[in-house]
């Protein structure tokens, strides 16, 4: 009773203003006026979504590719095992709240059995074409309790009519199809690829688009809303949420939630722009495998849950959403150990946010607005609360007094008041230990949440917040102190995967600049680089495999980071021989989204082929660049290895 009798005393002092340096303001009781850009309705209940689950699966779930070329049949899709129960059980069971399912992806083929077109699950063999994909995983996810999203492609390479008015017609149809015949979406995804090599109903042509002006983005966007006045789109200008700016997971730090009135600048996208117009906040989308869609030989590279945690300071800590992708394979199911690891991370973070470690402390400040603005506010959970100031008051601080000061953290989270705007600039965090004062971090920007994460726990009597700069008085909604579980052990997952052909034997018989062994050293951090080549100058490299191979195809693996000025190739010609000298072709192609998503691509060849020697030839980087990089190159033997 002598310990919380001291506590109840000092709490009541610091309330009265007795004690130096805090002291309550005679200040105005009306709330302060907001600043800058705010979040809409729809916006404030999405950034309370925190993340969500997205959910590539489709026809390239079966052709091995990431990006289908629109001329795919409908017989590939068939799965033998869809349980959309199971995918959204492990989701939620990774405390993800919702999911975004790929209802068309840039292939043109639609897992619902839309009418608009024959590219579509109707003809498929799954349910002998009665089968709905996007109304079983709706039902499993509303079953569930989780939000439910879709992705709808502007592109569409199998459409005759795609790059002409017509094409826009059928879009808009789709877009009410699903925004009416699957229930309240919580998002609806429109992707930046646009334009481009395609099937096109049997061109087989490239055809360009000026996106903004082909799509009018203000008026698909407004059908979104017509239809779903909730749903966040994302992506294009006059968007609810936008791109991050790499498929890597990561924010700015910080990334401000407001962006310039002006198209999508990928510069800016990452970061945001500090006091811009438009509430623009960021979506921080990432693959818990390399690709997007599942590949039998990524079975190996699954993310750990350690990574996730990683993942989750560098969107969600930063905030902005995480949007994290869990590709099913060819049953329809997500993999067994990426089941284990989302159960472990989400174990892990349900362990560790489910217990503040700041509650039950008493709250302090320099200065209080008036009592309905106390400090106390930053710890009473609402969403309706806060902490503020008068409107001259703009960098004061608030100190915590905790109710165990023996109790370690690691992670200390902060959220200003959103309907206010994003009104801090540059804070810092400070603990009072051995009777001084201690720094433990100093950044800007809080807005939707702010998640600092410590080299190792500490203990402290006393935990402040000091305002370093600001345009106006902050709006604080919640100061919380948590300790990190630690997410149980996954044993490692090794591939069974007998269709890729090992390495042992391998060598780089030529190549158009030098280093190239690193394309075959079996270490993706490392890289082959040559000046960016042409059509007239490509890069090139021969390589000999030791012996005899029955060829099916081969992949290619970008460095996972790009060095300033280099890019991976945008397009390739490979030919095959049994002896180095007599060449027969191959195959030729595009490396989708390489410069993005730097996921490993793989492209079958036509037909099987018995071969000895390869040669590779590219014509041009994937985005203007100085040099092309290429960190590895394989080769499979078994279509089921795609």
Known sequence: MTAISRRHLIGASLAAGAMPGFARAGA????????????????????????????????????????????????????????????????????????????????????????????????????????????????????AGLAFGLYLSPWDRNHPDYGRPGYIDYYRRQIVELCTGYGELFEFWFDGANGGDGYYGGARETRKIDAPAYYNWPALIALVHQHQPMACTFDPLGSDIRWVGNEDGVAGDPCWPTMPDHPYVQAEGNSGVRGAPLWWPAETDVSIRPGWFYHKDEDARVKTPEQLLGLWDTSVGRGTNLNLNLPPDRRGRLADHDVAVLRSFGAAQAATYGHDLARGAHAAASVERAPRFAAAAVLDGRD???????????????????????????????????????????????????????????????????????????????????????????????????????????????????????????????????????????????????????????????????????????????????????????????????????????????????????????????????????????????????????????????????
């Open 28 to 143: 105005d009781s009306a709330p302060p006026r907001p600043w800058g850009a705010t979040p809409s309705p729809r916006q404030r209940i999405w950034h309370r979504r925190q993340a969500y689950a997205f959910v590539h699966f489709s026809i390239n779930t079966f052709t091995g590719r990431e990006w289908g070329y629109g001329d795919e049949s409908p017989a590939l899709f068939n799965p033998t095992d869809f349980d959309p129960d199971q995918i959204v059980g492990a989701a939620k069971a990774a405390g993800l709240s919702g999911i975004i399912l790929t209802a068309k992806h840039h292939d043109g083929f639609c897992l619902w059995p839309t009418r608009l077109t024959e590219h579509c699950i109707r003809n498929s063999p799954y349910k002998n074409g009665r089968g709905d994909v996007v109304r079983e995983m709706e039902q499993a996810t509303r079953r």
């Open 384 to 642: 309706d609360s806060y902490w503020s100031t008068p409107d001259t008051v703009t960098t004061p601080s608030l100190t915590l007094t905790l109710a165990d000061p023996a109790a370690p953290f690691d992670l200390i989270r902060l959220r200003e008041y959103l309907p206010l705007g994003a009104r801090v600039t540059r804070f810092a965090v400070e603990a009072e230990q051995a009777g001084g004062w201690t720094r433990l971090a100093e950044h800007q920007g809080i807005g939707a949440q702010r998640i600092i994460r410590l080299p190792r726990p500490i203990t402290a009597r006393r935990v402040r917040l000091r305002i370093l700069e600001a345009p106006a008085c902050p709006a604080i909604q919640e100061v919380a102190l948590f300790r990190q579980a630690r997410p149980a052990a996954v044993p490692f997952a090794a591939t069974a995967d007998t269709g890729i052909i090992d390495r042992k034997g391998w060598r780089i018989v030529s190549a158009s600049s030098p280093g190239a062994e690193a394309l075959i050293d079996g270490d993706p951090a490392s890289s082959w680089s040559a000046p960016a080549p042409t059509a007239a100058a490509p890069a090139r490299v021969v390589l000999d495999l030791g012996e005899e191979h029955r060829l099916e195809g081969f992949s290619l693996t970008p460095p996972r980071t790009g060095a300033p000025g280099t890019a991976p190739p945008r397009d390739y010609r490979c030919a095959t021989s049994l002896d180095g000298t007599i060449w027969t072709e191959a195959g030729a192609g595009e490396f989708s989204n390489i410069a993005y998503a730097r996921a490993t691509q793989r492209f079958g060849f036509s037909s099987p082929r018995r071969a000895r020697f390869v040669r590779l030839v590219f014509t041009a980087p994937a985005v203007p660049a100085d040099r092309l990089t290429v960190a590895e190159i394989g080769f499979f033997t078994d279509p089921a290895a795609r």
